[in-house]
């Protein structure tokens, strides 16, 4: 390998299968088009409408927790913590929230199909907010404001079906999350020049990041996972992480994922869904329920991912250095029980863990984009 | 798309020659499609196609199917990836209308190489058809 002596300029020259496979993390941002499921989505009154609600702590029973108490924009809309508190502790870690428009499950077991089904989970968990259909609606119905952005946001005032005007937050919300896409990164400056065949803006990219980009499409074997322009194929599997919560307590990831999703009365395949023809409820419909979905994951995207440490499912890993660790020193054993042969131990060199990092910084947006957002959606309805 | 056999150009001229004399010949690309690939087996032949042609990386796509030989009474296709040993996250479903059939929800949630694979039963036996393709 590469360690010790600095590599040759010809070894930095990527081959033409690497190209291909580089080429495919992009380009950025990918083509986008509202989300059929949500009447609101794209909407600009429910995006204003969606951003208060975000920040509104009445939506929490103790009147003290926000959505963005566990997701601060100023933390790359996470929390900094290894698992959040809301009310109470949860036993994983809150995710970034961006760049969720191009999702196809949610959460960390894809227990949800929709990102405004998503939305309601923590208005329904006593640990995170767990005000409930009936408090929300309740709230909604009562505050001028409230009421005043729900009117403007579908187009008629709040009702007396407190399920629906439930749903309804979450759909305002959804539609204000779509809005978080990322912006451009060294990596994408990269990617488009090697696009372009422009030799002058590769030379700008560093070599380190090179390095580690080739470990990342070539030996790592990380892009069969992290595939596509937002570094993930939306889909679920065994890292190698351990997901014990305490003692007999396991987390059972996607197992307990796809028995959640079957049970919710807010699926796609369900009525609240604003798309007649179900268009994009195929995952739901075919998804199957497997043993080998115990200790499975969503596959994190890594657009950003070195602001929003610690790191999995449980924020078992303190940065990013701990990830390239884990990857080289996984146990194969425990991993290959299941059968899959995806993941290898890496056994990387001190040097090629750096350039991994080096590489993986290269993902942070250049001009951030992550950063506060107003509160304020209320000035509308003035 | 059909796996390469063994035994050479010889060989394939040769085998060639006794598949057109047989199932072959009885077995053309259905009517009304242009593109799609053939899978012989010993019981049954198969043509096959995906909508979209292309098959994506990590999108849900469909398969047509049309079987020449015995009747088949139940098919079931399934995706394999040999080198990482892992199938498919769905379970596609099957409307067979006599000898054709579609199968929706089927989903390559990797690039790399994948087999599709029907598993085709009648009253004359059982038999699985493999096709292979490499996803970028
Ligand atoms: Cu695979």
């Not at chain 2, 259905?30 to 909508?51: F, H, K, M, Q, V």
Request: proline share 7%; hydrophobic share 40%.
């Amino acid at each position: 390998m590469l360690s010790g002596i600095a590599a040759p300029a010809a070894a930095l020259d990527f081959t033409a299968g690497e190209q291909r496979r580089i080429l495919r993390h992009g380009p950025w941002p990918p083509a986008s088009r509202p989300d059929p499921s949500n009447r609101a989505s794209g909407e600009p009154a429910a995006i204003a409408f969606g951003r208060a609600l975000f920040f509104e702590p009445r939506l929490s029973v103790s009147g003290r927790v926000s959505c963005a108490t566990c997701h601060r924009p100023d933390r790359a809309w996470t929390d900094g913590l290894p698992q959040s508190r809301g009310q109470r502790a949860v036993d994983r870690n809150a995710p970034a929230l961006f760049n969720l428009r191009f999702n196809r499950w949610f959460g960390w077991d894809g227990a949800q199909d929709s990102l405004w089904a998503q939305n309601l989970r923590p208005l329904l968990d006593r640990r995170e907010m767990g005000i409930g259909p009936g408090g929300a609606a309740r709230l909604v119905r009562s505050d001028r404001q409230l009421s005043c952005g729900y009117r403007r946001a579908f187009g008629e005032a709040p009702g007396a079906d407190d399920e629906r005007i439930f749903v309804d937050l979450g759909k305002a919300l959804a539609a204000f999350l779509e809005t978080r896409v990322t912006g451009r990164t060294p990596f994408d400056d990269f990617r488009d020049a090697l696009a372009r065949g422009d030799a002058a803006g590769q030379a700008r990219y560093p070599a380190a990041a090179k390095r580690g980009l080739r470990l990342f499409v070539g030996r790592g074997n990380c892009a069969f996972c992290h595939f596509g322009p937002a570094f993930t194929n939306s889909e679920f599997a065994d890292a190698g992480v351990p997901h014990f919560i305490g003692p007999g307590r396991v987390d059972p990831g996607r197992h307990g994922g796809i028995r959640k999703l079957r049970r919710s009365r807010y699926t796609l395949l369900g009525r609240f869904n604003d798309d007649a023809g179900r268009s994009t409820a195929a995952g739901t419909r075919y998804v199957r329920l497997r043993q080998s979905n115990f200790g499975e994951f969503r596959v994190p995207g890594l657009r950003n991912a070195a602001l929003t440490a610690p790191y999995m499912h449980a924020g078992s890993l303190a940065t990013l250095a701990d990830v390239a660790l884990h990857y080289s020193t996984l146990d194969e054993e425990r991993l290959h029980a299941g059968g899959e042969r995806i993941l290898r131990r890496l056994d990387l060199s001190a040097r090629e863990r750096a350039d991994l990092v080096a590489f993986l910084e290269t993902l942070t947006e250049t001009a951030p984009r992550h950063g506060f957002v107003g509160k304020s959606g209320a000035v509308q309805c003035r | 798309m059909a796996r390469p056999r063994p035994g050479g150009p010889a060989l394939a001229a040769a085998l060639a020659l006794v598949l057109a004399a047989g199932e072959a010949a009885a077995c053309d690309r259905p009517e009304g499609w242009t593109g799609g690939a053939r899978i012989a087996g010993d019981l049954w032949t198969a043509w096959w196609r995906s909508e979209p042609a292309a098959i994506p990386v990590g999108a849900h796509f469909s398969v047509r199917f049309h079987l020449c030989g015995p009747p088949a009474g139940r098919v079931r296709v399934r995706g394999w990836m040999p080198d990482h040993r892992h199938g498919m996250n769905y379970r596609p479903e099957v409307t067979l209308n006599g000898m054709s059939g579609t199968a929706e929800g089927l989903m390559f949630h990797m690039p790399g190489r994948w087999q599709l694979l029907l598993d085709i039963r009648g009253a004359a036996g059982g038999e699985t058809l493999t096709a292979e393709t490499v996803l970028e």
